[in-house]
């Protein structure tokens, strides 16, 4: 026990978290071989990896900035284009109507000439269907009354010439009252 004693008083004096000596040699030694082969071999890989990365989102980053500002740009060019067409429909639309109107407007001027056209060949049909109707009339009442006077004078007055004189001069003056008398 008291070898157990005085290998406790051993192990006391000797701190738990410092390692010996020999261990704390190899261990500084590994360190030192792995510490080179990182420096040698793996930090240079590490960062060109790095710096690949950092140069290809920098890449990306000017890409993404040229692909906004042509996006932007045909973003414009398309809302340029799109008031120009607008503004052509809007002139098609008005030009449209500007014919519309002129169109109804000369089938209105048509309509109104065929109007007059057919008002006044009416009124020559009428004239006309008048103007036989009045020589028609005048050839009846001439008859009749050539008729009438052979009667009360007793003699005939077949003679056409004389007969177409007295009918003239008789109508005459019956026209010529009855326009005295408007």
């Known amino acids: ?8 008083a051993a192990e006391e004096e000797q701190n738990p978290l410092v390692p010996p000596g020999p261990e704390l040699l190899i261990g500084t030694i590994a360190f030192a071989i792995v510490f080179f082969f ?52 809007a002139r098609l639309r008005q030009e449209a ?46 008859k009749l009354a050539t008729d009438l006077a052979g009667k009360l004078v007793g003699e005939s007055l077949e003679d056409h010439a004389r007969q177409s004189r007295v009918i003239d001069r008789f109508l005459d003056e019956l026209e010529e009252k009855a326009e005295a008398g408007r």
């Open 97 to 142: 109507q500007e014919q519309g109107a002129a169109l109804i407007a000369e089938m209105r001027a048509e309509g109104q000439r065929q109007r007059e056209e057919i008002v006044a060949a009416g009124h020559a049909q009428i004239e006309a269907d008048r103007k036989v109707a009045a020589s028609a009339l005048r050839q009846d009442v001439g």
């Open 38 to 89: 990182f420096w040698k071999k793996l930090l240079p890989n590490i960062n060109k990896v790095l710096e690949e990365r950092r140069a290809a989102i920098e890449g990306g980053i000017e890409e993404a900035e040229t692909m906004k500002v042509e996006a932007q740009s045909v973003l414009e060019q398309y809302k340029a284009q799109l008031a120009e067409a607008r503004h052509e429909a």
């Open 1 to 8: 026990m008291i070898a157990n004693l005085v290998q406790l």
